[in-house]
């Protein structure tokens, strides 16, 4: 059960189908840009989506707003440095900000960076500084429920390492939880293996710890050695093993806005700091109010709380096998900020093309109000640079994003009525063509048309 009660609420809207549908055409069929007072259930993201504790909401009101050397900056720097051991934390106003700015200083023309996975956001950052992004996720066995799923293969990293393109290696970047991949962990073994070898070519090696309490619970829940270990305990010792780290504290930071880096490179974290003045405030707060940074200090304390990370490892898994049982291919094992599942698979007769992933979570909005966000060829799809059809995503998913600590089991029993609604008339769905649409990331804005 939820290991919490509510102490505050919000009400929920209920657009009728009329209005759910009127609604869908005008936002040219992409969920993303329907208005939030038009959502019964919104599962689009768990980014800045949390609700906060009400001992967040008592800090917010020692935030001390002083341009320079604020105490909220000092609170936040020693909640950081404890959990992560890094000396050097710079607040920064998001994630994708903390990426542009480490990963400029990182990374020049032509020069590689290599991941588990990249993070879309990620991938954006190093190809803006003129380098290439690559992903070695560890090879998947079919049929097989892998308890690491988000492992970097370090086999590949080693011929890329050994061979001839490995001097353009720069970085490398463990992204924990690995969230294009599923949510899936990474294991500590995994770390340990990327570190000795990053070592021995002298690269670095930053985590990209948006969900890093998720992963050190999963490495708890998954890995016997660690079975007796705390969460922050597993986390201390993924940060130990990394060179430094940058983070939404929009997903494991509970709180609604916030980045931060943090590093060991003093020499390296000043030059990020002229940047961080240049593109987000002074460097003791980063483009945060100083309340922001006492919610986030508080929260980065609530967030490695066993029972907390356990009732969100179990709801997700309960809500997944729920989804399942409601006739959806549910990839396994679940994680913990969401539940993804194969629309490629309910809805095998639509072409990836045609947007089956989008068909699927479109229907789900006009069934019930209910909200996810597809992660398949509209996401993932790549352009056919001779102007033909859309090369294909691998898989064609979606995701029920748990946004932390706000919807009860009750409403995901609702989110689970609604899906089976959906399965049960999975063939008769059309698929959807793009009518109009922008350059990187144009899941955001395109519009579409239903075929
Ligand atoms: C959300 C996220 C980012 C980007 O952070 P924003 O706060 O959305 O800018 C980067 N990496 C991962 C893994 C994320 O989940």
Redesign the pocket.
């Given at each position: 059960m939820e290991p919490f009660r509510i102490k505050a609420v919000e009400p929920i809207p209920f657009p009728g189908p009329d209005e759910r549908r009127a609604a869908l055409v005008a936002a040219g069929y992409n969920l993303f840009r329907v208005p939030s007072r038009l959502i019964t259930i919104d599962l689009l993201t768990d980014?800045?989506t949390a609700a906060m504790s009400a001992a967040q909401w008592s800090a917010l009101l020692s935030g001390d707003e002083s341009y320079a050397g604020a105490r909220s900056f000092e609170r936040f720097e020693v909640v950081v440095q404890e959990l992560t051991g890094y000396s050097e934390v710079l607040p920064v106003h998001?994630?994708?900000?903390a990426?542009r700015i480490l990963l400029h200083a990182l990374l020049g023309l032509g020069d590689l960076c290599v991941s588990n996975t990249h993070?879309d956001?990620?991938r954006a950052s190093v190809e803006a500084a003129g380098a290439h992004a690559l992903d070695l996720p560890a090879p998947v066995e079919d049929d097989v429920a892998d308890p690491f799923g988000g492992d970097i293969d370090t086999k590949a990293l080693r011929e890329l390492l050994a061979g001839t393109s490995g001097p353009r290696v720069r970085c490398v970047v463990l992204?924990v939880t690995n969230?294009a991949n599923g949510g899936q962990p990474v294991s500590l073994p995994n770390i340990v293996a990327t570190r000795n070898l990053c070592d021995k070519y002298g690269i670095p090696l930053y985590l990209?710890a948006?969900?890093f309490a998720e992963n050190a619970y999963l490495i708890t829940e998954r890995d016997p050695a660690h079975a007796k270990s705390t969460p922050r305990e597993v986390a201390h010792a993924m940060f130990e093993l990394a060179d430094g780290c940058w983070a939404?504290?929009?997903?494991d930071g509970i709180a609604n806005i916030g980045?931060l880096i943090a590093l060991r490179d003093a020499p390296l974290a000043d030059r990020l700091r002229e940047q961080v003045i240049a593109f987000e405030g002074f460097p003791t707060y980063g483009g945060l109010a100083g309340r922001d940074l006492e919610a986030l200090a508080q929260g980065l304390i609530e967030v490695t709380d066993a029972d907390y990370l356990r009732y969100r490892a179990e709801s997700a898994r309960w809500f997944g096998e729920q989804l399942g049982l409601a006739g959806l291919p549910v990839l396994q094992p679940t994680g913990c900020h969401a539940v993804y599942a194969d629309a490629g698979l309910l809805l095998d007769h639509i072409p990836a093309q045609q947007l089956p992933a989008t068909a699927f979570a479109n229907e789900l909005y006009l069934a019930g109000g209910v909200r996810v966000c597809e992660l398949g060829t509209l996401v993932f799809g790549r352009r056919d640079p001779g102007g033909g059809a859309d090369l294909p995503a691998p898989r064609e998913l979606v995701r029920f994003a748990l946004p932390r600590r706000v919807y009860t089991a009750s409403h995901l029993e609702y989110v689970v009525d609604v899906t089976e609604e959906v399965c049960a008339k999975a063939e008769a769905l059309r698929g959807y063509r793009i009518a109009r649409q922008g350059g990187a990331m144009r899941q955001f804005t395109a519009t579409l048309e239903p075929l």
């Open positions: 980014s800045g998001q994630g994708r900000a990426e993070f956001s990620t992204t969230n990209d948006s969900r939404s504290l929009k997903k980045g």
